[in-house]
C-alpha cells in the first residue's frame, strides 16, 4: 500500500510538472516568431581574425534585451565557441565555451589562441532556454592569426 501510495504521489508530482517530455527539462520554452534569425554582423566562416577580435551579433524578428525581462518575442545572445550545439530544450551552459550575453550585449571581445575555431550563436530565453523553435546561427569556422585585421 505505502509502495502504490508513494508511486501515485510521484505520477501526481510529474503531471503536475508537465511531465518534462513536451517542455523540456525547465518547463514549457518560449515561443519565436516565424523567420527569427541571429547572425554573426562582422564575421564570415572562412575568416581570419586577430587573437583579440570584438566580434558583434545580429538578430531579426526579435528584440535583444537583458534575461531578466520577460516579454514577447525577446531574449538575449549565447556565444558557443569551439563546441557543439548544446542541447536546445534546456537551459544553457555557461562555461568558457558557452557564453551568456544576459545583460543585452551585441558584441564582445573574445580572446583566442591562433589556429582554427568555431563560433555559433543561439538566442536565448530569460531562463537562459533556447526559443521554440530554437533561433541559432550556422556554427561558421575562423583562424585566428596574430597580425590579421582588426574586425570592424
Same mark, same amino acid.
Given at each position: 500500500?505505502?509502495?502504490?501510495? #508513494? ?25 519565436? @516568431?516565424?523567420?527569427?534569425? /541571429?547572425?554573426?554582423?562582422? /564575421?564570415? &566562416?572562412?575568416?581570419?581574425?586577430? @587573437?583579440?577580435? #570584438? ?21 538575449? *545572445? *549565447? ?5 557543439? #550545439? @548544446?542541447?536546445? &530544450?534546456?537551459?544553457? @551552459?555557461? &562555461?568558457? =565555451? ?17 589556429? =582554427? ?7 536565448? &530565453?530569460?531562463? *537562459? ?24
Amino acid at each position: 500500500m505505502r509502495r502504490t501510495l #508513494t508511486m501515485l504521489c510521484t505520477l501526481l508530482m510529474l503531471a503536475a510538472a508537465g511531465g518534462g517530455a513536451a517542455h523540456g527539462q525547465n518547463g514549457p520554452r518560449t515561443p519565436s @516568431p516565424p523567420g527569427a534569425r /541571429v547572425y554573426f554582423v562582422n /564575421v564570415k &566562416d572562412g575568416a581570419t581574425i586577430p @587573437p583579440n577580435a #570584438t566580434i558583434r551579433f545580429g538578430v531579426e524578428g526579435m528584440k535583444v534585451v537583458p534575461a531578466s525581462v520577460n516579454e514577447p518575442n525577446t531574449g538575449h *545572445h *549565447h556565444l558557443i565557441i569551439d563546441s557543439d #550545439t @548544446p542541447p536546445l &530544450d534546456t537551459e544553457l @551552459p555557461s &562555461d568558457r =565555451k558557452h557564453l551568456h550575453f544576459g545583460s543585452g550585449q551585441t558584441e564582445t571581445e573574445i580572446d583566442l589562441p591562433p589556429g =582554427k575555431h568555431t563560433l555559433q550563436l543561439v538566442f536565448g &530565453d530569460m531562463n *537562459h532556454i533556447p526559443h521554440d523553435p530554437p533561433v541559432v546561427s550556422e556554427r561558421i569556422t575562423v583562424t585566428v592569426r596574430q597580425g590579421a585585421a582588426a574586425l570592424h
